[in-house]
């Protein structure tokens, strides 16, 4: 460990604050202010000092230079104040004449021009620089001065040694700074030749496995290099006598060095491994090197002198094992097993980095380090342990959790460097990060009062840089008038951009950006210009002309009236040198008499200064003997002849060569040639591309794969096309190798919470290489030390069982075949499976609820319980009914996830419907399952403004009135209170006064006397809530130019898809083809036609119209230009791009679309989609069909077409459908219990009616037979003063229940009826039952029937009688 400024390193964290900072490391802050370069803005920014520049820790300095520089620069803003500590304790400069400080540095000047020595300089130096914001520390500089020491003086003897026998001379040079470089040399300078036998160790030493006569020499002499100091030292020289005899024994390996049979070495991660073994013995031992438990890494081992030395360069974690030297002769062998520790320095993981807030946010440092051992970890701030600084106001804003400090609302004042020790016993790493609380008001960084011109229907970003602290919200207008610009045709973007979609002329204006904060407000405006695209409309086409003839190449060109244009040629890439012979005019190039020289391509280019547009063509000179000019003016090219002959060359075990005779090029040169392939074990019969080639070759070198039998194909290609495939080669078979590739996309997941499905992408068929293809794979748990278990299988997927629920695992791959296995894969980490949730969150609850969001709070649940990869917070919530009476609501369950582990959480549930009822529960998910839900909770959203009306018509119905109709807003977000529309008469582009009418809530229309005929209204309507006026549907009333043809009172003019068109449609509708010469027509006629259907009111003042085609009747927007076949001339017609066959099914709030079209794959198309109801247009890119288009409203009318991107021209024919309704949960009233009830009790009381009914009928009702029986009989009813009627006239002649009306009104009376009876012994009854004829005379038939009631008997009647 080594501390930072001498100060005491921060204890160990405890376990409950190791459990909180895993739960920190994704805490979710307010993202730091990213502070722009602006030089500006850099000037007024307070920033804390920053070290930019210091020397390195281990500094080495050579004695003889004159002055000794220790680097220390920093910025800041105030500039920073240095000052230097030496071993601990405060340098004072001033005191010390030889030690000067640089200006507006702390660069340090250490001289020794007038005395002194560097030694006593040495020591260990920091660095400190500081202004009002805080104190940034350099690293620990250890100043040393490099030595070169001489090598005692001392008198070697002379060495014997016999014939034979091993040898080691010792070297041990002088310790030095740094360390010298060792090489042997003998007298003559010449250095000692080394072999397997003779070597030198890595201690200096000189090794002689055995030794020879040849050996004998006096000058073997040690050198010591010191690259610092350039000097040499050099030791007295060996003299070596051998001793020789008859016969030389023989004699097994033994080591020199290392020796024994095991050792151990310790290396640091990033450092360089070097393993000796040197071996004595007769005949000369050989080396070899393994490393148990596995293959030593191939990619990383080196083996040096003479394979006496295992070499790695940057030693890794996994390269720590055990590995074994083995020696050998003839007579034996030995082995020496070396243990090799990877130890590690501490190196970063996650370094602290500077951190910009402004007031009241949220934020942390983070410093992450691993190593072995463990580092641990210290904070200081301004140089101070930060567990020794006084508490302060600031600091309680800040709380250290291990590796991580937190943040929270911090204020002015807080602003401090803070320092990061990570440290263990082989190093420590030192990081600064500052911590500034910045307020400053919103400024504009870019240019002022911007013209910016940009091409019509292209997509056009205006931008507005700005800055401030509290970072500034920012809102876009056009013309200084109207809300914000967002939605739409246009989008606004964090970063200030205001994305207009499709750029139109209506779109010209001064667009202004305005940056809002509690600081105040910057703006800056844009002036948008929208021109006409620059085209080429004729463009040159491919000629052949005859040698000594003319050619000329048409190029006329379109563009808009305020952009100059410049048209240039080109031949074959180069600008063409226009001379004496060529002549160039506005519209074409003429060559007079052509050569060999002119043929080659041409293109016309025509710029402006924000487009351009070319097109090229190909001339072709042709010899006399070719074409006779009387018949033919020239012969156009053709594609190629296939190649011929070929032939196979120069095999090898994965190349062969090609080589094929070109065919003929029909008047267009070669520019490829595609070679293509066929193989006949996987795929036979398939032809498949290998490679392409300049169309200058003719012999060429082709890669193949191992074991695959090939034959090849080659197709010429020119301008016009590919040539036929030539005839296939000869067969050629690659022989079987190991497989080279490594199995892709190694995957462990488990598909149950016991086990881990290991998968992988199977090897290509033409990477197998060779037969009986498997594969080996390995894995372990992760972190816990155990052996790697494999199994070999010749599947894409292996199973691991009985595995603990959600652990990582380790995984590798490596394939192999019968001729042997392949590279491993890197190092892949999986996890067995997961299971349910064990925990579920609670006490969810709301706050702050709005019209359209809620905060959200819950009590989150332990980390260890999701059994899995915690994935989110996921909320289910549905809109339960509508405050608005009468809505109905779809109660369609929405998810939103929140991914948060902080203690208490919270988030924002957005995008709610106003005045509603909504029901919301939470769970927590892993990437399986879902735990249990947690408690229900309730909650409305408030009122808020109304949706536009759903649709505004405007309808002529005479001359002198317009009939406004509109409907209900589809949601109308509260109470509605009624509508408001504001009317104001349009005379050409000047507004009459306004006028306002208001309507109560259940009013849909309006009529509007006009006072003049001809007067035009702009008119705004919106719903009215008792929050405030909605969305306005802003509309004109249509225009009519033939008024005295208006006669029928009754026609309605309604703003239908066609009067619309022109305005939502942002490109023209494709011309038909047509079969005469291109023509083009400029029909000038005033605007509006003399009898046009009605059109939307026009947005510019009137101009002239421009169509290609040869009707001139048909205005059009666009020119577009019909390009035909002529029959006098060869033309290469390009061929005809379509759109067709535009289907969609559609569904309630989503629809498939496709179409057919000629398109290349890659192109691009644009949907446009039309509300039928208030014709608002919305478009959409996408790629190629099919397509889901969403976000559609249930039960609604579109009409939609399909255009291409790069074409805009194309476009497929309009097609209209309309949405399913929303699936409602509604009630059956009918199943209702009090609906039943309600039934039951209205029979009851009906069928008492009728009882009571036919009991009056037959009683005869109430009346005074007395007083009545002598008067005559009356042709009507009679009424009695009490109010009972007198039946004694018409009451007997009614019908009995049960006879029937006739058409006329007439009775037809039952066939027994007791109206006959009128007198007489039998007639009627009075009410006890008694005998009444007595008082009543029979009628004739003829009589009663002219006397009979109109009332045809029903229970109704009956009732209304007893009334």
Partial sequence: MRPVGGREMLGKVGHAALTLLSLLLLWQEAAAIEVPLDPKIQQDLKQPPTIIKQSVKDYIVDPRDNTIIIECEAKGNPVPKFSWRRNGRLFTIGKDPRVTMRKRSGTLEVGFRSGGRPEDYEGEYQCFASNDLGVALSNKILLRVSKAPLWPKEVLAPVPVTEGSPLVLPCNPPPGLPPPLIFWMDSNMTPILQDRRVSMGLNGDLYFANVLVQDAHSDYSCNARFNFTYTIQQKNPFNLKVQTSRKVAETPPSFLSPEGSGSSKMVLRDEQLLLECIAAGLPTPSIKWFKRGGDLPAQKVKFENFNKTLKILSVSEEDAGEYVCMADNRLGSIRHSIDVQVKAAPYWLDKPTNLVLAPEENGRLVCRANGNPKPNIQWLMNGEPINKITETPASANREVLGDTIMFRGVQIGSSAVYQCNASNQHGYLLANAFVSVLDMAPRMLGPKNQLIKVIMNNRTFLNCPFFGSPLPELRWFKNGQGSGLDGGQYRAHINGTLEIKRARKEDEGIYTCVANNMLGKAENQVQLEVKEPTRIIQAPTHQSVLRGSKASFHCKVVSDPSLPTKVTWTKDGERLDLGWRLKKDEESLTIPSVTENDEGIYTCTVKSEIDQDSASARLTVLEDAFLNPSVFSALPPDRPDPPIDLDLSDPSARSVRLTWIPGNERRSPVTEFLVQFEENHWEPGRWQDLSSFPGDLNSVILQLAPNVNYQFRVIAINSVGRSQPSQPSPRYKTTAAPPDAIPRDLRGWGSDKDNMEITWEPLRDLEKNGPNLQYNVWWRRKDSGDNWTNVTTSESKHVVRYTETYVPYEMKIQARNELGSGPESNIVIGYSGEDKPADSPTELRVSKVSSTRANIHWKPVDLSSVQGEFKEYRLYYWREASLVPGVVVSKEKMTTGFYTTVPEPSGILKDLVPYSKYKMFMVVANSRYESLPSNNVEFTTAEDVPDAPRFFRINRRSLDTLYLEWGKPLEPNGILVGYQLAYQRVNGSRLGPQQIETFRPNETDFVLRLPDRNARYKFNLSALTKVGKGEVYAEESPHFTNEENFTDATDVVELTDATLSPVFS??????????????????????????????????????????????????????????????????????????????????????????????????????????????????????????????????????????????????????????????????????????????????????????????????????????????????????????????????????????????????????????????????????????????????????????????????????????
Wanted: hydrophobic share 30%; with cysteine.
């Fill in 1066 to 1363: 942002p490109t023209p509708t494709p011309l038909p083809p047509t079969t005469i010469p291109p023509t083009t027509i400029s029909i000038t006629t005033p605007t509006p036609p003399p009898t046009p259907p009605p059109t939307p009111p026009p947005t510019t003042p009137p101009t002239t119209t421009t169509t290609t085609t040869t009707e001139a009747t048909t205005p059009s927007t666009v020119p577009v230009l019909v390009t035909t076949k002529r029959v006098d001339q060869n033309v290469l017609v390009t061929p005809r791009r379509e759109i067709w066959n535009l289907t969609v099914v559609p569904d309630s709030y989503y629809a498939n679309v496709n179409w057919s079209h000629n398109f290349p794959a890659d192109s691009k198309f644009v949907l446009e989609v039309t509300l039928d109801s208030n014709k608002t247009v919305t478009v959409e890119e996408v790629k190629q069909p099919p397509v889901n288009l969403k976000a559609l409203i249930a039960g609604e009318k579109y009409h939609l077409r399909v255009y291409s991107q790069e074409l805009n021209s194309v476009s497929s024919k309009s097609v209209t459908f309309k949405t399913k309704a929303a699936h409602i949960d509604q009630v059956d009233i009918a199943t209702q219990g009090w609906f039943i009830g309600l039934m039951c009790a209205i029979a009851l009381i009906i069928l008492i009616l009728l009882i009571v009914c036919f009991i009056k009928r037959s009683r005869g009702g109430k009346y005074p037979i007395r007083d009545k029986k002598d008067l005559p009989l009356d042709p009507v009813d009679q009424k009695d003063q009490d109010g009972s009627f007198d039946y004694h006239s018409d009451e007997d002649n009614k019908p009995l229940q049960g006879s029937q009306t006739s058409l006329d009104g007439n009775v037809k009376e039952s066939d027994d009826s007791l109206v006959d009876y009128g007198e007489g012994g039998d007639g009627q009854f009075n009410e006890d039952g008694s005998f009444i004829g007595q008082y009543t005379v029979k009628k004739d038939k003829d009589e009663t029937e002219g006397n009979e009631s109109s009332e045809a008997t029903s229970p109704v009647n009956a009732i209304y009688s007893l009334a």
